[in-house]
């Protein structure tokens, strides 16, 4: 078995109302110097050895990922 994550995160063009809010709180508790926050999704897979790299690239692709505003990332990780 191997284990997979997916990090799904919105496009750079894209607005993130929910990253924008962390944003504003963090700033209203007093934690200083944060310019920016994107807020994605994580998903995190146990997989057969025998699904290949192409087979999660469609799995994000097809069921994990909106392309038209997100971008994602597989990393197979130990």
């Given amino acids: 078995m191997a284990r997979v994550v997916v990090d799904v ?3 750079a063009e894209i607005l993130d109302p929910q990253g924008q809010a962390i944003v ?3 700033g209203r508790l007093g934690f200083a110097g944060v ?3 994107r807020q994605g999704k994580r998903f995190e897979l146990e997989v057969d050895d025998s699904v290949d790299d192409a087979t999660l690239e469609r799995i994000a692709e097809e069921l994990l990922t909106n392309m038209v505003i997100e971008n994602f990332i ?3 990780v130990s």
């Fill in 35 to 37: 310019a920016d926050v």
């Fill in 74 to 76: 597989v990393s197979r």
């Fill in 24 to 26: 504003g709180a963090l």
């Fill in 9 to 11: 995160m919105p496009k």
